[in-house]
Nanobody
Framework: QVQLVESGGGLVQAGGSLRLSCAAS????????MGWFRQAPGKEREKVTA????????HYADSVKGRFTISRDNAKNTLYLQMNSLKPEDTAVYYC????????????????WGQGTQVTVSS
C-alpha cells in the first residue's frame, strides 16, 4: 500500500510558477507509475501528466505541454510537478496518484490517491 501527501499549492498570479510535491510512504515507490490529476469545480477529474516508475517515460495533457514538467526522485520517494506560465484555467485541486501504467488516462486506472492541494491562479 502507498500513502501519498501533496504539498506546494497556493495562490499565484497568471504567468507565475508553482512547484507541487507528493511524498510517498512505503518501499515500493519506484515500482509505481505516478501521475498528477486535477479537478476544477463542476468538472470531472482530468489527467495532467504522468511518469513511469524509473522516470524514463512521461505523458502530458495537451493543455499543459511546454508549461508543466513532471519528475520524480525515487531515493526520496517524492514526485514533483513544476508548473510555469500558469493560467487562470489551471485553477483546480491537484492530486497525485500511483498506478501501474503511466499512459493510462482514466483516473480509475490509478490505485492510490493523495488528498489534494489547491492551486488558484488569478488573472
Amino acid at each position: 500500500q502507498v500513502q501519498l501527501v501533496e504539498s506546494g499549492g497556493g495562490l499565484v498570479q497568471a504567468g507565475g510558477s508553482l512547484r507541487l510535491s507528493c511524498a510517498a510512504s512505503g518501499r515500493t515507490f519506484s515500482s509505481y507509475a505516478m501521475g498528477w490529476f486535477r479537478q476544477a469545480p463542476g468538472k470531472e477529474r482530468e489527467k495532467v501528466t504522468a511518469i513511469s516508475g524509473n522516470g524514463g517515460s512521461t505523458h502530458y495533457a495537451d493543455s499543459v505541454k511546454g508549461r508543466f514538467t513532471i519528475s520524480r526522485d525515487n531515493a526520496k520517494n517524492t514526485l514533483y510537478l513544476q508548473m510555469n506560465s500558469l493560467k487562470p484555467e489551471d485553477t483546480a485541486v491537484y492530486y497525485c496518484a500511483a498506478g501501474y501504467y503511466y499512459n493510462a488516462v482514466n483516473p480509475s486506472q490509478f490505485r492510490y490517491w493523495g488528498q489534494g492541494t489547491q492551486v488558484t491562479v488569478s488573472s
